[in-house]
């Protein structure tokens, strides 16, 4: 399985922008999808958005038009682009692979949004 690092989080005022950055251990070329995913205390882990091997894009639909996925398979990272952000953002966002072996997850990126 391939280890994940995230980085990119923090405090930032609604209406602001935030990148995350997803850094695998191994190539992601061969990853069948790479996702981000949030979670809330006290809530199930949501799937944010994905981007697969064949460049297929999701968001689910509270993001769409505000955040951007993206894969630079050359340096092995996945993105997540987070534009006009709002309070409702806040959560620990996580980074997934996808692989024959099965998935991997990060340790997780806390994303803090004031009003």
């Known amino acids: 399985q391939v280890q994940l690092v995230e980085s990119g989080g923090g405090l930032v005022q609604a209406g602001g922008s935030l990148r995350l950055s997803c850094a695998a251990s191994a190539s992601i070329f061969s990853c069948k999808v790479m996702a981000w995913y949030r979670q809330v205390p006290g809530k199930q882990r949501e799937l944010v958005a994905l981007?697969?091997?064949?460049?297929?894009?999701n968001y689910v639909d509270s993001v769409k038009g505000r955040f951007t996925i993206s894969r630079d398979n050359a340096k092995n990272t996945v993105y997540l682009q987070m534009n006009s952000l709002k309070p409702e953002d806040t959560a620990v966002y996580y980074c997934?692979?996808?692989?024959?072996?099965?998935?991997?997850w990060g340790q997780g990126t806390q994303v803090t949004v004031s009003s």
């Open positions: 981007i697969t091997s064949g460049g297929v894009i």
């Open positions: 997934n692979a996808v692989t024959s072996r099965g998935p991997s």
